[in-house]
Each structure stands twice: as structure tokens, then as C-alpha cells.
């Protein structure tokens, strides 16, 4: 029985076949990861792991992101605290392994902004197609947090130690080439032409021999994971709890937020 959408308000998941496309969807906060959606997140990867007749899953975003990243509003005290912003750190770190480690072979349809934890989603993809108005960024070190979710390991994959360690610390945005030729992007196409460059690429792969996709993604995966662990994964949590102590780093939080008029 292939998984159901009846349970999911913060994603959309649509079967063509062999292909399933799974749509982050909050269009109204820009596809923001908050414990909603990556308990939805978290849940679906499990089901489609189930899934054999899924060969491959595009991860989409609806509306005009594919995501803004991390919810800030997860940061916010809550008199009521059901989970702490540390267990939902913890619980966004699970759901990018589960996106990572998923039998089927993701590719990421990027358009409009991809920041900060988004990123990471994206970087959890085996592949990625961007639309030339794609606009990348981590800006977590401004807001007085550590990129957390195993963003670190999985960039330093993707971009290599240098552009990592740039990117992160500095903040600034780039754009799709770039990310391009840094090896991040499989393809650059135009924005009416991402969803089917996707829909293509899923169509080509999910053709092939589906013990092929699984044997050829481990034996990669393997080979990634001794060049970059995710196996730390679980200190993010206890990184995010020092820096939500720290006075420099909050006092850089506020300066952040208040200059786009969320203080």
C-alpha cells in the first residue's frame, strides 16, 4: 500500500509510477522547516523506504521558494514548551538522515530561495537541478546559531572545506552557476523548465534496473561518508543550546533579525 497523503499538511506526495514528487508545502512561509513538516518529513521517508515500487522521489517546493530554511519562529519561547527549539533541532537532524538515506535515488528541484536548513535538505538529494533564479544562502552564523541538521559534512561533501567554511561564515548569497561550478548542481535551467528537467531526469533513472539505482547510491554514499561523517550528527543539538546561551551570539541573533523587522 503506497504511503498516503490523507495524515500531511506540510507536505504533498504525488505518484507517477516509479516516480513519486514530494512538495514541501507551506508556500506561505516559504517552505520553512518547522516540527510540523519534519515530523511529516521524517514519517514519509519511512513509508517510501517501505515503498519498492518508488524508484525515484523528486523533492520540490511550492509556491516561490523551494525553502527559507530553518522556521525562526522554532527559536521563539513558548510558554508552553512540548519541545524545546534543541529537540527540534534533534528531530530536523533525523529527517535529513532519513531524505539522506532513502533507498530510492532524490533529486532536488530548486527554485527561488534555498537558505540554511533548505540547503541542507537540498545538499540530502543525491542529485539537484536549479532554476536560473535560484538564490542560495546560509545565513546562520548571523543569527547566532551553528549550521546545524549534519549541514557541515554534507556541504563539505558537495562544496570542499574551503567554499564551506567561506560560505558558512561570511553568510553571503550565490547564486545557481556558481553553485554550479563548485559541483553542487547537476544542471542550471530556466524556471519554466525546472519541473520538467526534473520529471525527465526521474523518468530516465527510474528506467534502469532498480537494484543498479540501490547497489550504484550505497556504494557512493559509503564512499562519501568516509570522506565526510555525518556520524556527529547529534552534537548539533548541544552546539545550538551553547550558542543560544552565549551573549555575543544573541546579541548577533537580535541585530540579525532586527534589521528585517522581526525583533
Known amino acids: 500500500m503506497r504511503p498516503g ?18 512538495t514541501l508545502n507551506r508556500p506561505q512561509r516559504l517552505n520553512a522547516l518547522d516540527r510540523q513538516l519534519l515530523a511529516e518529513l521524517l514519517d514519509v521517508c519511512r513509508r517510501l523506504d517501505d515503498d519498492h515500487g518508488v524508484r525515484v522521489v523528486v523533492v520540490a517546493g511550492a509556491g ?12 521563539v519561547p513558548r510558554e508552553e514548551e512540548e519541545l524545546p527549539p534543541r529537540a527540534v533541532v ?15 535515488i532524490t533529486i532536488a528541484a530548486i527554485h527561488g530561495h534555498c537558505v540554511g536548513g533548505g540547503l541542507v535538505l537540498a545538499a540530502a538529494c543525491d542529485m539537484r537541478i536549479a532554476s536560473e533564479d535560484a538564490v542560495f544562502s546560509i545565513p546562520e ?23 564551506t ?28 523548465r525546472l519541473r520538467a528537467e526534473a520529471a525527465e531526469l526521474a523518468g530516465v533513472l527510474a528506467a534502469k534496473p532498480a537494484i543498479l539505482l540501490e547497489q550504484t547510491k550505497c556504494h557512493v554514499d559509503a564512499t562519501t561518508e568516509e570522506l565526510a561523517s555525518t556520524a556527529h550528527g547529534g552534537t548539533d543539538a548541544t ?22 523587522g522581526r525583533e
Open 239 to 260: 552546539a545550538l543550546a551553547a550558542a543560544l546561551a552565549d551573549p555575543d551570539a544573541r546579541a548577533t541573533a537580535a541585530r540579525y533579525l532586527a534589521t528585517r
Open 64 to 75: 516561490r521558494a523551494f525553502s527559507a530554511g530553518f522556521d525562526l519562529d522554532e527559536f
Open 5 to 22: 497523503a490523507a495524515a500531511m499538511r506540510m507536505l504533498r506526495l504525488e505518484f507517477d509510477g516509479p516516480v513519486a514528487t514530494l
Open 165 to 192: 567554511k567561506e560560505l558558512v561564515l561570511t553568510c553571503r548569497a550565490f547564486g545557481p552557476e556558481e553553485a554550479r561550478a563548485a559541483g553542487f548542481l547537476n544542471r542550471v535551467v530556466p524556471p519554466e
Open 90 to 104: 534533534e528531530r530536523g537532524r533525523r529527517a535529513i538522515e532519513a531524505l539522506d538515506r532513502l533507498r530510492p
Open 141 to 163: 552564523v548571523d543569527l547566532g546559531i551553528p549550521l546545524a541538521l549534519g549541514g557541515i559534512p554534507r556541504l563539505v561533501r558537495e562544496l570542499g572545506p574551503a567554499l
